[in-house]
């Protein structure tokens, strides 16, 4: 029986997978190792907390005698890695804490895995070690556009046929490293660490950076999960700048697809970008979910609109993001698997079905952080 540790189990991502897997691989051990800050909820997986294949750690990544000893009593045979800091609005507050988590976390556990696999006799044979990481870690694209044309506009500089483009250039597995914020750069040193214990020591690594993601179970610091709720509460709805910037949308389970195929068919020391082929300024996501969000509530659609606020624009804000998902879709055959308008109604209908959730997780010290972030910018 495999024994594969996933950490950040609780939160957005993690939940996703670790319910994918438990549901889909009875014959593995599933160990959700998990130190529920804020953003973790173990509430995102009461479906599967009774399952005899899954069980559940507390525990802090940079705890490295606690996981070297889960690793050897639970005889561990492969890591998933997305627990960490994430949020850019919070790095740029405090960047101490990302870089513990984000850098010295991952180290941990990369230090962890390579001595209790060494210690075996067969080594690194069957051994996997995947960190997820993020297309921020790649810095800004520019939204340069063909004479003539304005963006959006078809491309076929990506693998997909129907993407429709802000700029000429997208993130390729190949860009160099630029980040931008105290997130993205202590993402691309977790990054460079992971490599680097495959290139030193044989350590099959696997790379991934993904493009934003949304979906249920998303804590409500995130820009859909934040208007949903402030659209349901007709609270004002915070616009960084204006709302010119895009980004690229992934549906968070075509993400966890897309880690469980590459946990099991990707090449060892390769790196793979996981994109929707969905760009979208940040000001048209936000009006697509007013008419949803409008719509679902019986209010007349649109009618919310007047909530949208202009505030005074991020720190190092990057204009664009675009992940060219080629490799993954051409190596593996991954896709998307939803249209963004689709996936946005899933979400949408999840948040208002599930409002006891997302009023649990919009108490206490989030109110406390939103008002310090937002009511006076």
Not at 125 to 150: C, N, Q, W
Request: hydrophobic letters at 35%.
């Amino acid at each position: 029986m495999k024994t594969i540790v996933i950490t950040g189990g609780a939160g957005f991502i993690g939940s996703h997978v670790v319910r994918l897997f438990v549901n889909k691989y009875p014959e593995y051990r599933i160990i959700n190792l998990d130190k529920l800050t804020y953003a973790g909820n173990l509430a995102n997986l009461k479906d599967i907390e009774d399952r005899p294949n899954y069980k559940f750690v507390k525990m802090d990544i940079c705890d490295f005698d606690a996981f070297y000893r889960l690793m050897q009593d639970e005889k561990v045979d492969g890591i998933i890695h997305l627990a960490a800091e994430s949020h850019v609005d919070r790095s740029i507050k405090d960047p101490f804490t990302f870089a513990r988590t984000n850098v010295m976390g991952t180290l941990s556990l990369l230090q962890a895995a390579k001595l209790y696999w060494e210690s075996l006799p067969e080594k690194y044979e069957g051994k996997r070690f995947y960190h997820i990481s993020t297309d921020e870690v790649y810095g800004a694209l520019s939204m340069t556009h063909p004479e003539g044309i304005e963006p959006p506009f078809t491309t076929k500089a990506s693998s997909s046929e129907h993407h429709e483009a802000y700029g000429e250039d997208f993130f390729l597995e190949t860009t160099k490293y630029n980040p931008h914020s105290p997130y993205s750069a202590s993402k691309a040193g977790s990054d460079h660490f992971v490599r680097a214990y495959h290139d030193t020591y044989g350590m099959p690594t696997i790379v991934t950076n993904c493009s934003n993601n949304y979906g249920p179970y998303q804590f409500p610091e995130k820009l859909i999960p934040l208007f949903i709720n402030n659209i349901r509460h007709r609270k004002p709805l915070p616009v960084y700048g204006k709302g010119e910037n895009v980004r690229d949308w992934l549906f968070v389970e075509d993400h966890a697809r897309a880690i469980e195929l590459i946990f099991h068919e990707g090449k060892v020391a390769e790196t793979y970008n996981i994109g929707g082929f969905n760009e979208w300024k940040n000001i048209d996501i936000i009006k697509v979910v007013i008419k949803t969000v409008d719509r679902l509530l019986g209010r007349k659609e649109g009618e919310d609109m007047d909530l949208i606020t202009y505030v005074t624009d991020r720190l190092g804000h990057d204009a664009r993001y675009a992940i060219d998902s080629t490799k993954l879709q051409k190596e593996l055959g991954w896709e998307p698997s939803l249209q963004f308008e689709e996936g946005i109604e899933k979400t949408v209908r999840w948040y208002l079905d599930n409002q006891e959730w997302l009023d649990n997780v919009t108490s206490g010290d989030y109110q406390k952080y939103y008002e310090k972030m937002y009511d006076n910018r």
